[in-house]
């Protein structure tokens, strides 16, 4: 089935099979390979994608019903070398350490922190829950965002 | 993970969904897909068809009756129930929403995907028996509309045939409602849990004791355990909990649910 999809601004046009999941789209179509497979179960919250302005699991979702969304991967948050407050704020924090889990945990964050700008300590926790890390017991990347809350 | 070669349809109204399940008997519905993409992974099932029902603006949306009932679209996520103001008309189902799993979860699940996967460790299927909502289905003959109670047929089954789709959950007016629940994790997968409301008297539901939610009525919650003990459940034995565990559980959270739901 011919798909059209926004990925971090540019229209992506290709032939996928429906089986196709999104975050093999992403990785393997289009060779954007910053968002990771953990679990492929939809536990880890590596793969997480902001579609169409929402936080989903994109091992949890086909490619095909993507098909004329806009998707928002970690290659889309830095302008260039420019990394973002946050993006900064997690070296800064040290809120990484194989950075596997980093780039779903940046986009869960980069989404809470777009709907609610000053959220309190327990909903940063309630908003990184569906986000694993096996490196950092968490505290860093809660200190993270929690740096560029207002 | 690849999934098994598989069709794709998005149709643009019920009738058409309609047609296209019936087309072909292996064809099944694709609704938030956060139950039914990991089931096609592990190749529990493996449709032929898939029929996304994200399209069907006839299956969203949440109205408030000027009496209080509340009719909610199937294809309406959690975090849209979370976050409508008709919802918190009965504010247990917004406050239950929010503890399933985690945002991502919750942005794509949504209420009809939940009571028709009847997952006997899912959320809603004892919340909805609870609080008696009424279930509306639709296939080729008409509409028909099943309460709660009887909507739960066994684990994975419901009263929705293979040609039919939930359309409609209709949910009467009414505040005293009560939700407990011992999880996996904070918002994990339930070990036990149970749902109560009072209306005259108190009904109580209990999720994953039985391949069904069982359901209790009862005058007060003094005499709530007696009665979860005289259902004699056996629930399932898992790595998680034992049966004795579990019936256990079943009564101390039956109570709970009970006690929250008549404000104590
Ligand atoms: C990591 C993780 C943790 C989870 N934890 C929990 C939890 O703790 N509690 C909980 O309750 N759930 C949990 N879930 C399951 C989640 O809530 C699912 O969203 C839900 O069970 C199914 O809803 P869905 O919209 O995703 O449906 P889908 O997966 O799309 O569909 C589920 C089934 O229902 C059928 N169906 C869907 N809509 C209709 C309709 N309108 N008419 C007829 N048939 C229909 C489909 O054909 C399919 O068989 C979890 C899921 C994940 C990935
Ligand atoms: S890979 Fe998608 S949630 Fe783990
Ligand atoms: S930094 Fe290694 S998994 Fe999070």
Redesign the interface.
Known sequence: MNVAVTVNGTVYERDVEARKLLIHFLRDDIDLTGSHIGCDTGNCGACSVILDGTLVKSCMVLAVQANGSKVETVEGLADGEQLTALQQAFTDHHALQCGYCTPGMLMSATSLLRSNPSPSDEEIRKALQGNICRCTGYWNIFEAVKSVAR | ????????VKPSSIAEALTNLAANDGARA?AG??TL??VM?ARAASPDV?V?L?GLEELKGIELGSDGTLSIGPMTTY?ELMDSAEARARPILGEVCSKI?????R??GTIGGNLCANDPTNHLPPLMAAIGAELTITGAGGERTVPASDFFLGVYMTAVGQTELLTRITIPAGKHDGFAAVTLG??GTCIVNAAASMNGSLRIAIGCVDAVPVLIEVESPDTVRAAVRAAALHPPDDVHASSEYRAHLAEVLAERAARQAVGE
């Open positions: 993970m690849l999934l098994r070669e598989v069709e794709y694709l897909g956060q993409i990991n992974k898939l996304d994200s975090t799993a985690d945002v991502q979860v942005n794509r904070v918002d």
